[in-house]
T-cell receptor, first 110, second 114 residues
């Protein structure tokens, strides 16, 4: 079992839908949790960074962490075609070196 | 004014060759990394340098040798290229600010070994 599990998708939704992206992890030593967005043929860019259980909101994006269930989520409200990308979760144990999920491919169609 | 740049963007080469990928960051960050992203999109760290010193060296064949001539540059040299080395290689840099570390990735170098 990999340390971080993430469904690769693709996840296809209509414009305006609420998108839910998820990761599970097995190592309770993970302390920091991140979501990266990667457009095709580009490098990943950081979207959200959290280090505690609960919700963190930034515009249309909400990151949720449930440490007791070892489960993190990223919600995208009012999804747009420009949100079409691969979303990677990442987790850090304390050495600041992240362990990445394999990414979920999201397609938002007009 | 690109933050993290890599050259070349594409690299097609024969098995057995030696090649180098270059990375430069103009963010003034202390730490730089090399990642490998395979065809299944898994992103795995290979090396990490802090102020020109190697601090992380994951399980990577010793055919891969990073070199950091200064804080702003981290190059990756690969000897005796193999088919399995085909992947996208990303350089990244980071700075820790109030316990939050943000990594900035370069655009990637797409390596194809024939």
């Amino acid at each position: 079992q990999k340390e971080v599990e993430q469904d690769p998708g693709p996840l296809s939704v209509p414009e305006g839908a609420i998108v839910s992206l998820n990761c599970t992890y097995s190592n309770s030593a993970f302390q920091y949790f991140m979501w990266y967005r990667q457009y095709s043929r580009k490098g990943p860019e950081l979207l959200m960074y959290t280090y505690s259980s609960g919700n963190k909101e930034d515009g249309r994006f909400t990151a949720q962490v449930d440490k007791s269930s070892k489960y993190i989520s990223l919600f995208i409200r009012d999804s747009q075609p420009s949100d079409s990308a691969t979303y990677l979760c990442a987790m850090v144990r304390g050495s600041y070196i992240p362990t990445f999920g394999r990414g979920t491919s999201l397609i938002v169609h007009p | 004014d690109t933050a993290v740049s890599q050259t070349p963007k594409y690299l097609v080469t024969q098995m057995g060759n030696d090649k180098s990928i270059k990375c430069e960051q103009n963010l003034g960050h202390d730490t730089m990394y090399w990642y490998k992203q395979d065809s299944k999109k898994f992103l795995k760290i290979m090396f990490s340098y802090n102020n020109k010193e190697l601090i992380i060296n994951e399980t990577v064949p010793n055919r891969f040798s990073p070199k950091s001539p200064d804080k702003a540059h981290l190059n990756l040299h690969i000897n005796s290229l193999e088919l399995g080395d085909s992947a996208v290689y990303f350089c990244a840099s980071s700075q820790v600010d109030r316990s939050q570390e943000t990594q900035y990735f370069g655009p990637g170098t797409r390596l194809l070994v024939l």
